[in-house]
């Protein structure tokens, strides 16, 4: 098991930085280019729900990443400082009166893209997301 | 790489070129004030060519449907061309292809406003 754990600032280049370290240990892992955009995209969405709602990117707060990779999954965890948040207040983007929505397609494309996803309160405030890939037998 | 844009006339199809990447920040902000100012100048048939756009965030997605919704609400046509497969798998997966327009070839695309 190879884990990694950094602790980001609430700003745009932190989800830069997620992204990357993620799909580096995604190319480590085995996974094939599209795989690992798939990846990378699901830590973008994480990463601007954690820095942009979450942390509201306060200076003050942090963004904490840790990023698992076993010979079976790879599993990241994204965790926030911020005020908590309601899987269940966000309206079905695939509603036909919500399709013209400008937001709120995230999460929908963090399920399209992982085999696990988890949200739970953060022990010690905010909202923590799991999220784990299966790693393709070779 | 962020997004870069330019526009072009074909008869009286206004062509957008995007390329790069549309994610939340500038290459968002940059695609939304592309179209707005575009639909703000009168332009009524705009063509958004995706062919060398590598990767799109909900954001960037988010911000192709406002341009939707302002193109229509001035009596316009927002109409899509060249996307990659990772495109058309997005737009597959949040079902905008019920929403959007899509053509593969930009001379059909023409044509198609007419």
Known sequence: MEKTQTTLESTLESVDKAETLVVKEADKAGFDEDEQQQIGMAIRECMVNAVVHGNRYSKNKQVHLEIDRSKETLSIVIGDEGAGFDINSLPDPLAPENLLRQSGRGILL????????????????????????????? | ?????????????????????????????????????????????????????????????????????TVTN???????????????????????????????DEAEAVRSFH
């Open chain 2, 74 to 104: 001035n009596g316009g046509q927002l109409k899509l061309v060249g996307l990659s497969k990772r495109v058309k798998d997005l737009l597959q997966i949040t079902k905008l292809y019920t929403v959007f327009e899509v053509y593969d």
């Open chain 2, 1 to 69: 790489m962020s997004v870069k844009l330019a526009s072009r006339q074909v008869g009286d199809v206004t062509v957008i070129d995007a390329a790069g990447r549309i994610t939340l920040g500038e290459g968002a902000s940059a695609f939304r004030d592309m179209i707005r100012d575009l639909a703000s100048k009168g332009n009524k048939k705009l063509l958004l060519n995706l062919g060398e756009v590598s990767y799109i965030d909900s954001s960037g997605i988010g911000e192709m449907v406002s341009g939707f919704t």
């Open chain 1, 110 to 138: 963090i399920k399209a893209f992982m085999d696990e996803f988890d949200l739970h309160p953060r022990p010690g405030g905010g909202t923590e997301v799991r999220l784990v890939k299966n790693i393709p037998k070779s």
